[in-house]
């Protein structure tokens, strides 16, 4: 007999605190424009910030090397892999103060700043907007969650005035805290300065403040020159990185942790959380991502020539879309700009079109543009017409070849037309919807 026919109810299976859960909402709406895709549907995926180039083949070669690899590693990873991303960022961040006991490898940089959430007793800072997934962790934590609200005009950057107002209105002084900094920033591309560091670093230090710093776009800082807070607030600083974007090894899931000396009482909690979760980072990655921290000539021309593909997308993504009145930064660097369609409200209003939502879903449905609002999910307001947009959606695999091919020279001025046909469409596609809101 079904249990369906008992006459029982399974009720309050989610505790209160997760009745308004959700997934994360890039990931779902992936998975929806996919199986669109693969049925045959034109669809200009601007939503999701996967790396569009293939993984470097010698990176490629040593997974293959270590597939027998089968046994339970060290749940902080293999010493020779923590050490050799300390000597990566000691060579490439001048961070020194790092050593491979101060770092935990595990399946993603999600997963460890998921388990130092959970185990973390204070209040979270988070800056609006930002990644979509920070918020729904701390609910999973819950953890007491305070939002400092950034701006157009401040570049989408905390200041040390914002930070400090927030510690006073919420009365923070004498509590446990920790701020998540995303540099380079998802969503909107930007990148902090040393003297925007500098000065943040002093109001951290006064306000006895833990950072995590979010640093998995580093690398592809399109200038080459990002600089990490641990820099000049080492000692208050967890930096959190991985492969998934540089190295273009999303599904490899593989990400770090690095922590100072004296924050060392979180990174213990965290590896015995790591211990009964997910007991290990993937064996044959571990091996193998030891090449692409080796940073050789090979990883180092990858690099370069993925930065620059990049930075000339989302240049032409900056200029075609300001060309109709969309207000946006440029990008300094990663996978994203964060378009702002205020030019439009008249226009939607009419069409009964308030909010960021409704206005994705009208592009999606008219022009086949997939874009995710920045509100709620990149916690900006629901009413703001921003939306976090992804210039990756291209063949990367063609265009790092073309790349390739000039070598060192400058990219030509035609290289985004030549080589990144869907990202032109999409962009054009837009553009022709933007106009047809102010003609109508």
């Known amino acids: 007999m079904e249990s369906s026919q008992t006459g029982k109810q399974w009720q309050n299976l989610l505790p209160p605190h997760l009745a308004e859960y959700s997934p994360a909402t890039n990931l779902a709406q992936n998975e929806v424009i996919r199986k669109l895709i693969a049925e045959g549907q034109t669809i200009y995926h601007f939503g999701f910030g996967q790396s569009p180039f293939p993984v470097m083949k010698s990176a490629q070669k040593a997974l293959a090397e270590h597939t027998g690899v089968n046994a339970y590693l060290p749940v902080a990873g293999i010493a020779e892999l923590c050490a050799s991303i300390c000597e990566f960022h000691a060579k490439e961040d001048k961070l020194s103060h790092f050593n491979a006991d101060d770092v935990i490898v595990g399946p ?22 930002t990644w979509t997934t920070y918020k729904p962790q701390m609910l999973l934590a819950q953890k007491s969650t305070h939002v400092i609200s950034t701006s157009f005009e401040s570049n989408w950057k905390l200041t040390p005035e914002a930070f400090l107002q927030t510690i006073k209105e919420n009365q923070l002084e004498n509590k446990n805290k920790l701020l998540i900094l995303c540099n380079p920033d998802n969503p909107t591309g930007t990148s902090y300065t040393e003297q925007e560091l500098e000065s943040l670093s002093k109001v951290f230090r006064d306000h006895n403040m833990i950072v995590l710093s979010d640093e998995i776009y580093a690398k592809l800082r399109f200038d080459g020159q990002h600089v990490s807070i641990a820099k000049y607030y080492p000692e208050g600083t967890i930096l959190s990185s991985g492969i998934s974007k540089w190295a273009s090894a999303g599904g490899w899931r593989l990400g770090y942790n690095i922590y100072p000396k004296k924050l060392s009482a979180l990174k213990i909690a965290v590896k015995s959380a790591g211990s009964h979760t997910y007991s290990c980072a993937s064996g044959p990655i571990q091996y193998a991502s030891m090449m692409i921290f080796n940073f050789d000539e090979e990883s180092q021309n990858y690099v370069f020539h993925c930065r620059r593909i990049l930075s000339a997308v989302a240049e032409y993504c900056y200029r075609e879309l300001t060309s109709v009145g969309i207000k946006v930064k ?56 921003t939306v976090r947009f992804c210039y990756v959606s291209f063949d990367g695999k063609s265009a790092l070849k073309a790349s390739s091919q000039i070598d060192q020279k400058d990219l030509p001025e035609d290289f985004v037309v030549s080589n990144c046909q869907n990202i032109v469409d999409g962009v054009q596609a837009i553009k022709k919807w933007v106009n047809r809101q102010m003609t109508n």
Do not use: H, W
């Open 330 to 385: 440029r990008s300094t660097g990663g996978y994203y700009l964060m378009p702002d369609f205020e030019i439009l409200r008249p226009y939607l209003e009419r069409r009964g079109i308030f909010t960021c939502s409704q206005m994705c879903e009208a592009l999606f449905q008219e022009a086949n543009v997939a874009v995710i609002s920045a509100g709620p999910a990149f916690l900006r307001p629901i009413d703001e017409l």
């Open 108 to 129: 993603g940089s999600k997963e460890l700043i998921f388990l130092l959430m959970l185990i973390f007793n204070g209040d979270v800072i988070l800056l609006s907007p």
